[in-house]
T-cell receptor, first 118, second 108 residues
């Protein structure tokens, strides 16, 4: 059974860096065709894809956030870490991580709400 | 980037009815890598259909995905009260992955 859970701050100040950790079980990023994606959803809006870490070591990031976003994996701990620099109130959203079955985001975490406010 | 446009924006239907949701892509979605998700308030999106027309595990038979290329549909037959919520299509054929703006289904 695949499960994912994100952890990190729920409140950050403008200009700060957000660091979220996705801890997962039921699969390994050392296995082929597995991945972890990050998605966010502002209040009352559609989901927005942020980044994807694939088991082949390649990672992909939204071109709209490319200068601000990094993803890193810790295969031994079954974790993927998302960092988003220079946070702005427009980054307020629920942040999800999701299992990648190949490129498909099939199982999502419960989500964590991050508010950007001074 | 592949832009996905969903229609209609909102549907109000009675239990037992059949509805068809549309998702139109700005470019061909390679390999029909198009999925449909259902989201209820306070919950994460749940995958219903992948690769255009494959139901995910545990998804009831009343959900059916169709289409190819740039035009995709999700048909729900015999609507149940728990089918209310927002339905999103999403493509994973080309980075950046993208989502449609959603179709809200209300059960009368």
């Amino acid at each position: 059974q695949i499960t994912l859970k994100e952890s990190g701050p729920t409140l950050v100040k403008p200009t700060q860096t957000l660091t979220l950790t996705c801890s997962f079980s039921g699969f390994s990023l050392s296995s082929p065709a597995e991945g972890v994606g990050w998605i966010r959803q502002p209040p009352a809006k559609a989901p927005e894809w942020l980044a994807f870490m694939y088991s082949d070591g390649n990672d992909y990031a939204s071109p709209y956030l490319k200068n601000r976003i990094t993803v890193a994996k810790d295969t031994s701990r079954n974790q993927v870490v998302l960092t988003l620099a220079n946070m702005d109130p427009g980054d307020t959203a629920t942040y999800y991580c999701a299992h990648g079955r190949g490129w498909l985001l099939d199982i999502w975490s419960q989500g964590t709400t991050v508010t950007v406010s001074s | 980037e592949i832009v996905l446009t969903q229609s209609p924006g909102t549907l109000s239907v009675s239990p037992g009815e059949r509805v068809t949701l549309s998702c139109r892509a700005s470019h061909i979605v390679g390999n029909n890598y198009l999925g449909w998700y259902h989201q209820t308030p306070g919950q994460a999106p749940r995958l219903l259909v992948f690769n255009g027309n494959n139901k995910d595990s545990g998804i009831p038979d009343r959900f059916r995905g169709g289409g190819s290329g740039t035009d995709f549909t999700l048909t729900i037959s015999g609507l149940e009260p728990e089918d209310s919520g927002i339905y999103y299509c999403s493509q994973y054929a080309l980075a950046p992955w993208t989502f449609g703006q959603g179709t809200k289904v209300e059960i009368k």
